[in-house]
């Protein structure tokens, strides 16, 4: 069929072809076999099914270079409808979040599904599961484990992101171990403002990539020493503008574009890595470059040699767009098949979870005073910065009544709790939080990086217990409550962090919070999503677990009294 | 190590390093460990030994991305001592020339030694022995010994060039299986002048780079498609400067450098990919993207993960040079060990090829009227040109003398025989070649790619026949013959295609084959290494078999006769 002797599954005709190799645009007509490219030229137009692309240019599928579905809250399947309707064909998966909660067979089980949803999902193998010791997770996975899995899960193709960079360059005997059941295998990094010789033990200990960067000097020093520069654009880390002068000044080697991150009503309505390649084209990026970055450099990245371009031999994943500023699909096949035209989800056969991966909230029922904190003077307040993960150490001087240290909205200082929630023990960390800006109530929720413990931020004790026992009752999720009140919630039974619900239920949803939040006087963009790092133990500076404060600079436990 | 803790191996302080990650010269020291990178960056000054750079700037060891070891006439011990004094730390072979002559355990022979010599040699193994049916090789590879040598032979990485593009592109089962036998590993293409649905043909059957460009629209649509451009430049065949602008158009995207062919004379004299770098940036190409091309880039094509880069976790292949326009290494480190210093040949331990090697020269003693031609006025004549492998399908009238139809010096016509020497037939294929200008004599050798018959060229059929028989005696290799006396001989017992002898003695006596070439009127540069490749039936357009003239173009045996 290549060879034009005999008419092709489907041929995209009169449409021109971005060349991810030379960067130029090609009129080209395209032919499709068994779901692979097998001629990209002028004249492919017999087929089985013609369809007539002129006035489109044909990308090739994007790729997520590194993203957690847990975070939209969406079983695959719900997930691969929103996501292929924006152009992602291929997503590259570490399903820590669900490990944290079910282990191995969680990661099973959260990609059971894959061979039946149109959508590539490749596995990258959890490494840092808990994320360190302070984090208190239900399960964890070993070396034998990573081993298990690159053998015998369909998919898997490395390691993924070694967060525990301390212990990697401490050179820790299961760090090392878990490398070295990733041998030959590529190995994803996470490493955020590691720099000079600790990121040179890093690199040497045989990490390959990072997505963590905030800024253009720790880009290109990363990048200088190999490292591949996975630019992330999620709901929460937003880093395309600061890094972008690293491909305007040296080009696309070496560095890709991933999500990790992103809400179900961002995914839903403003897209997904199409909006990454946006964002960058807006701010200056050559379109073809930014294409580049999404697509082929992803995949040589992920040594997925079939992935990545619309070239003879390659996986026949076409996105059609009218332009190269809004990056708007309006057609998208994947492997050859029309998966959505002009803006429908795509339709996926549905996958539905298991019971044994339900009712994992376990805390004791929670009051008010269960919160109560009591220091004298200052202490240690954790500052979050919009659109980035990494907070700010800061101090300050807690309200006080009634010879307790209070929230002060007043000074936007909020109160933050963690509470162990796998085995009922009700451990619970507690501390302050600035940034939010809520004037009254408490949000609550079971996404918290990574232990996925329950995060609750409030100015007032009742509402932060309220919204405690709401998570406990409904199986995990979100809540947002005023005044007593449930305002709004996302319920998540699947470990405590996927919904059953569609993706527009669980988007609308995820609306209902953020307005709810809104009300209570947030003025954090996507204020569920930032607090669902605050217990992230390995992203600087300050955080929150059960087990209390964390200096993640000093990777140590740390008093809340200053 | 890298953290800088304890002293490393050895460290390279006050030079400047490139990153091939961004194109940057970086003031950086650098720290070996067990052969390995273990950090770049300022301060790694402590190690057992420590080496003062300063002046020098380091580039990463360069890789030949595809080469035949046997055009070099050396055993492998020979080459890495003249390789890596240029700074070639990495060669990617082919050895398909002592595997038309001694099969797969010519194969395995021929890198025996690999491990105990510096260099990395890395097998792409041989997939088209014999080049094609018009070749009679002694030995041949088919799909179960392709799969077998990937499964078990060291250092086999992936399927050398599938030369026989017309089976590919026909789907031919036999070349079918080959490319199965292979799956999940990388394919090297040989396609010269392949275009259009054909080129997508070969493309989609999985092969993925192409040695052969010699033109840069012939090089562009196979970038835009997804080849990687292997930019050439051998002895024979150079086309540095035609393809170059494909990198001054479009970045190093899937372009790598490689020598495929060359001459021992040339290896010890003038350099290796170092000398194809020196040649790209006296052209015009930014000295960083040529060492790109020589490092990086050809490691990634080849998935050699940790090659191609001066970084953490890479292997320590480093090259010390002065500039960036001589290329003229002063000191060369293979994983960390000092192997060149000063412009001296590497220290490498002695390869001896083993007896069953030897002795494979197989003719009947010929005589002058075994070469006797007979056609009726035009015949068809192989047109070389200089500095291409690509010759030219030309007609002419020969002379006559006494009947028969003979060379004509005054028209650059010279006779070329090409005779079976693997089993003793003595079958001969006979015709008419110009582009030499012998005025007299034979040159005549066992290095006939591919099936490494004897091939003759000369004026005088009393040479040719004293040249033949001349090779018999020597065991096969290259002699110049004028007036019945042998004036220059290069003997290659090993298999006809290998020497026993240093890289000195052997670059001597192919000086002094040139100059016995030269004398006798020849005005072709290489002209030993011109006429190894007019057997070659899977280039065009006019080659000449034991079996006859083959229009490469049409694939198929045409007659003499005009």
């Known amino acids: 069929m290549a060879r034009g002797d005999e008419p092709a599954d489907l041929a995209l005709v009169g449409g021109r072809v971005l060349s991810v190799f030379t960067g130029e645009m090609l009129d080209a007509d395209v032919a499709v076999v068994d779901g692979s490219v097998a001629g990209v030229g002028a004249g492919y137009r017999a087929a089985d099914e013609v369809v007539d692309v002129s006035g489109s240019i044909l990308l090739p ?33 570490d399903p820590h979040e669900i490990a944290n909660v079910l282990g191995v067979p969680g990661i099973r089980s959260l990609l059971a599904g894959a061979a039946d949803v149109a959508l590539d999902a490749f596995l990258m193998v959890s490494s840092c599961v808990p994320a360190s010791p302070f984090e208190s997770s239900a399960e964890t996975v070993m070396a034998d484990d990573i081993a298990a899995l690159l053998a015998d899960e369909p998919g898997a193709i490395g390691l993924a992101e070694m967060m525990d960079y301390p212990a990697v360059v ?13 041998q030959g295998r590529h190995i994803d ?39 591949w520069v996975m630019i992330r654009e999620g709901s929460a880390a937003r880093n395309v503008e600061s890094l972008l002068p690293l491909v305007l000044e ?53 040594r997925l040699h079939e992935h990545g371009a619309i070239a003879p031999g390659y996986v026949a994943d076409v996105v059609a767009v009218e332009d190269l500023e809004r990056f708007d699909p309006v057609r998208v096949w994947k492997r ?36 109560a904190i009591r220091v004298d003077g200052r202490a240690r307040v954790i500052g979050v910065q919009p659109g980035s993960i990494v907070t700010r150490a ?52 079971t996404h918290a990086h990574d232990a996925h413990t329950v ?86 500076e300050l955080k929150l677990t059960d087990r209390g404060l964390v ?7 740390v008093p809340l009294q200053a």
Chains 1, 2 share one sequence.
């Not at 005997?173 to 070295?180: G, I, N, P, S, Y």
């Not at 990026?285 to 040589?300: E, F, H, S, Y």
């Not at 931020?457 to 979100?478: F, K, S, T, W, Y």
Request: glycine share 10%; proline share 5%.
């Open 61 to 93: 599928g994007f790729i997520d270079g590194h993203m957690h579905l847990e975070t939209t809250k969406l079983t695959l399947d719900q997930f691969a409808r929103a996501a292929l309707r924006w152009g992602t064909t291929t997503v590259v998966l």
């Open 170 to 182: 401490a050179g820790d005997a299961d760090a090392v171990a878990k490398l070295l059941a990733a």
């Open 189 to 227: 990094g996470h490493a955020p403002g590691l720099s000079g010789r600790g990121l040179n033990a890093y690199l040497a200990a045989g990490v390959r990539s990072d997505h963590e960067c905030t800024t253009y000097e720790e880009a290109l020093e990363k990048r200088r020493l190999g490292m």
């Open 250 to 302: 040296h080009g696309t080697t070496n560095c890709l574009l991933c999500t990790d991150d992103r809400e179900p009503d961002e995914l839903l309505e403003h897209g997904h890595v199409n909006d990454v390649i946006r964002r960058a084209v807006s701010l200056g990026c050559p379109p073809a470059d930014a294409v580049v970055m999404a697509t082929l450099n992803a995949a040589r990245y992920h």
């Open 336 to 371: 050859g098949r029309l998966v959505s035209e002009g803006g429908h989800l795509a339709d996926v056969p549905p996958i539905s979870a298991p019971d044994w991966m339900r009712a994992s909230v376990r805390v004791p029922r929670m009051s008010a005073d269960d919160f």
């Open 394 to 445: 800061l101090v300050d001087e807690p309200g006080r009544s009634e010879g307790r240290s209070v929230a002060d909205p007043s000074r936007d200082l909020a109160k933050i709790a963690v509470i162990e929630r796998h085995r009922g023990t009700g451990r619970i960390g507690l501390g302050f939080v600035r940034g939010f800006g809520l004037r009254r109530g408490a949000l609550a929720s």
């Open 455 to 540: 995060i609750v931020v409030g100015v007032d004790d009742h509402d932060m217990a309220v919204a405690v026992r709401r998570l406990a009752e409904i199986g995990g999720g979100q809540v947002a409550v005023g005044d007593g009140t449930v305002l709004a919630e996302l319920p998540c039974p699947i470990g405590g962090l996927l919904s059953d619900l569609s993706v527009e239920a669980v988007a609308a949803s995820a609306r209902g919070l953020e307005h709810a939040a809104a009300q209570l006087g947030a003025t954090l963009p996507s204020p569920f999503m930032a607090m669902s790092f605050l217990a992230l133990s390995v992203v600087p």
């Open 551 to 557: 200096d993640v600079t000093r990777f140590e436990l």
